[in-house]
């Protein structure tokens, strides 16, 4: 039998190209395409497992528990709190008192709310590293902000003249994300000391999206931006990513005291309180962590070099990720007419990088892929990238 896939592939990418005027169209489209039976989809970042049992025991349990039904405090449980200072004093000994921790709904409400508090009437403006995890658009929008897109140098590495050249007299912060979303980069100690000094020189406050921090692949290391720029910066993170339950919508913010209160009373406004039962499951979770995260990031890792050999076999070049839910990778011709064509002839459905981007680059010839899902899943996705796959069709 002919991979099903194979039949409708010409019309159907004319007719997709023509239909694609916008960003949003595109995330339809890419749906669309992974959604189609037969699909691998490893364009989005979520897990195909159930996340933390610790977790969801715990929450199993609260359901029954009458008060943790009802609003749990605006800056989250006590329990987690704690087990959130705990955490990161034991992960890194970085120490935090109660007032500075704020727990969320979400790792996006939190970033709203973190460049909320950072905004004054006459600073709005955000500087972010192209290319962006793409919901960070939104969420400055949402928060009354403007953005100032920065791009990243050769090898996704910082560019401290970019930088400088992104920010003016309206810029309130700068968002830097590490583990990177969509590139894989952790970036290194000399990069956050760059990035600091850049918060520093132009008098701004930094907010630092860190929701990937536990997936470190060998040979890095996370650098807490936090560490080197303390007293300015609003540090995210999300149990979504951690305990792979993005379902859930639990985040923290973590930041000195009068910047906490900011997003604290930013938070109120925006959801008041994160759910109460998932927050028991997560600070049960953070509880038992012993750092392995339940064997994630090593699948994660794994996954992302077995991806690395299928795709470099295809004739793509892999960009090693060091880190995060995702693998970009240079196919050398035009992005969208290659992941439609990949998705037509093998099923496999990848996401253009040109939408993590303000303005398309110039070389739009780069794809991300998602590695952030089970074993199973990514070597259905190897075995359909391998050049004679169709043979095994037929
Ligand atoms: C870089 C980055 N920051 C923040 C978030 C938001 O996290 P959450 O799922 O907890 O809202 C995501 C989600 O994909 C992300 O990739």
């Known amino acids: 039998m002919r991979p099903l896939l194979r039949t409708a592939a010409r019309p159907l990418r004319r007719a997709v190209l023509m239909r694609l ?42 359901l029954d528990v009458p ?101 003016d007299a309206t810029t309130a912060c700068a968002v830097l994300n590490t583990p990177h979303n969509p590139t894989g980069r952790v970036f290194s100690a000399t990069e956050i ?4 000094s850049f918060c520093e020189r132009q008098n701004i ?14 040979g890095r290391t996370h650098h807490r931006l936090a560490d080197r720029l303390r007293d300015r910066t609003i540090s995210l993170s999300s149990a979504g990513k951690l305990f792979s339950l993005t379902g ?32 028991k499951g997560v600070a049960e979770a953070l509880k038992a962590e012993d750092g392995s995260f339940d064997g994630v990031p090593f699948t994660f890792h794994r996954n992302a070099e077995m991806l690395a050999a299928a795709l470099n076999a295809r004739g793509l070049d892999v960009f090693p990720p060091e880190g995060g839910y995702f693998l970009c990778a240079n196919c050398h011709e035009p992005a969208m007419g290659f992941v439609e064509k990949l998705a037509f002839d093998t099923g496999v459905v990848c996401t253009p990088l040109s939408v993590f981007y303000a303005t398309p680059p110039a070389e739009d010839t780069w794809v991300r892929f998602t590695i952030c899902k089970s074993a199973a899943h990514v070597d259905r996705a190897c075995e359909a990238l391998a050049p004679d796959a169709w043979l095994n069709k037929s």
Not at 206 to 211: P, T
Not at 259 to 264: E, I, P, Q, T, Y
Request: aromatic fraction near 10%.
């Open 248 to 279: 859930w919508r639990v985040g923290w913010a973590l930041a000195p005291r009068d910047l906490a209160l900011k997003v604290s009373n930013a938070h109120t406004a925006l959801t008041y309180s994160a759910p109460t039962p998932l927050q």
């Open 67 to 167: 008060a943790l039904n009802q609003y749990a405090p605006i800056n989250g449980l006590a329990e987690l709190r704690d087990e959130i200072r705990n955490f990161y004093e034991r992960s890194y000994g970085s120490t935090y008192d109660d007032d500075e921790v704020v727990v969320t709904t979400s790792g996006q409400e939190a970033l709203v709310a973190a460049l909320k508090a950072c905004f004054t009437e006459e600073r709005r403006g955000v500087v972010v590293m192209e290319p962006f995890y793409p919901f960070l658009a939104p969420a400055i929008a949402a928060a009354g902000g403007v953005m100032q897109p920065a791009r990243l140098g050769h090898g996704f590495v910082l560019d401290e003249a970019a930088l400088d050249a992104a920010a």
């Open 193 to 196: 000391d760059a990035f600091a």
């Open 21 to 62: 005027s916008s960003t949003g169209a595109l995330w339809t489209k890419l749906n669309e395409l992974g959604a189609r039976p037969g699909a691998i989809n490893m364009g989005q970042g979520f897990p195909d497992f159930a996340g933390s049992a610790v977790a969801r025991d715990a929450a199993k349990a609260a």
């Open 205 to 218: 406050y930094a907010v630092a999206d860190e929701v990937y921090e536990h997936a470190v692949f060998p």
